[in-house]
């Protein structure tokens, strides 16, 4: 997906075209003869649309709709446009928009969401919310396309809480949102060394973790990859001392998580250089990694909605995510349902839902509860880890509300083998899950003092 600089978008309008082919003989004249009968009648019947297709889509950048909260217009920083990135008077800035004034008060028909429902749509499309890196070179993110923090809303835009305010009224208007999501670059961190002209596979092949050459396009779609070493990268990557944690999930600090393999050459890029390299600058992720693959997922599947008028199948949309959230893939998440009843008891799709859940152990509860519980599981922490003599210590503390909390810790450690898990002197019982390939051993955890034997 293209993205300017200075604009922020490129959108690319593709059009329709009707090409109608008569496999009859031609006469004389060269014109194909009239179609009859069942070819007739196939000519004359009305397109089918898909439930997408059937929408009609207002795309609006929050930071350019309206400014519902002044306090946020420098994302709570202060100083130059260089350090918050607000400057309404320079397009290339941040203006102030966010999405309390997108929301508005949800029924005014003359702002927000109500007024985009009178003028006749169905439908947002909304221009990624996720944390930026403000200002990269002459302008700032407020377009939502130069990611750092793929956990948290950009807090020129608001909170997370005002993006599910403005969530909710879309649905209570009975209105669907798309969220816009970039899934191959993140913001520009990462610094070329030696410069940072495309270096091809021609010149510089990837190299494995003990300087193999291999092929990256032999492990695209594969749950393998060779192991990496940013010491055999094709443009050695550096970052900023105080730029090494920058990005979340922490995954993404991970220089050979990259392509590394310096800028798109606009006047001479070979497909494999548009592929692979930097546009403008920002971070190409190495997307035929499966960790890579994995990782944003991850994500992105948390907030998985599914809805009885998207035109998703049921039972198959519930058992295809649950079966691999469970399996051996491991694609994790919070899968959110929301379903129009129109006053029903319940639907089908509500059923299905239901049982599809119970068969693979799911537990269904409402929003809230799964949100409180997050905020309970993200107060939660390790701390006081030390490592010595194959033994590992740590403390948990576990955040009030984390019922049901629990640990993981890989099998195989430095020295070994795991052998036993103690909390506060306790043998603590555990299962050996595999998540992503990898072994961890699983066990409640509850506010204590662990130790974790290898050997």
Sequence with gaps: MSRSLRAG??????????AVGAGGAVSSQGAAPKPTGAALDALAKPPTYSAFASQRIYFVMPDRYANG?????????????????????????????DLKGLTGSCTDTRTGLARIKGLGFTALWVTPV?????????????????????????????????????VECAHSLRMKVYLDVVVNHTADVIIPAGGSTFRGADEVPYRDC????????????????????????????????QSRSLKKPAWLNDVTRYHNRGNITFDSCSPACFEQGDFF???????ENPKVVNGMIDVYQTPTFMTNESGQSFPFTTNT????????EGYYGVFVANMHNSNMPTSYEDDQLVASAQNYGIPVVSSRDVLNWMDARN????????????????????????????????????????????????????????????QYAVFDASSALFTATYS
């Design 9 to 18: 978008l490129v959108a690319v309008v593709v059009g329709a075209t009707l």
């Design 379 to 438: 107060a939660s922490s390790f701390r006081n880890l030390d490592w010595s003599a194959g033994t590992l210590r740590f403390t948990v503390s576990a955040g009030a509300g984390a019922d049901g909390l629990q640990a993981m810790l890989p099998v195989q450690g430095p020295s070994g083998t795991l052998t036993s898990v103690a909390a506060n002197g306790s043998a603590v019982p555990y299962t050996v899950q595999t998540v992503k390939g990898v």
């Design 281 to 287: 600058g920002l971070d190409d992720l190495f997307t």
């Design 130 to 166: 996720v944390v930026q890196q403000y200002v990269q070179a002459d302008s700032a993110a407020y377009h939502g396309y130069w990611g750092l923090d793929f956990t948290r809303v950009d807090p020129h835009l608001g909170s997370n809480a005002d993006f599910a305010a403005f």
């Design 321 to 328: 995510l649950f079966s691999r959230a469970m399996g051996p």
């Design 210 to 241: 003990k300087g193999k050459p291999f092929s990256a396009v032999r492990y695209a779609g594969t749950n393998r990859f060779p192991c990496l070493s940013s010491r055999y990268q094709p443009r050695q990557p550096l970052v900023l001392p």
């Design 69 to 97: 909260d002044p306090s946020n217009d420098r994302g709570g920083l202060s100083g130059p446009r260089s350090v918050t990135g607000y400057d309404p008077a320079d397009p290339g800035w941040y203006h102030g928009g």
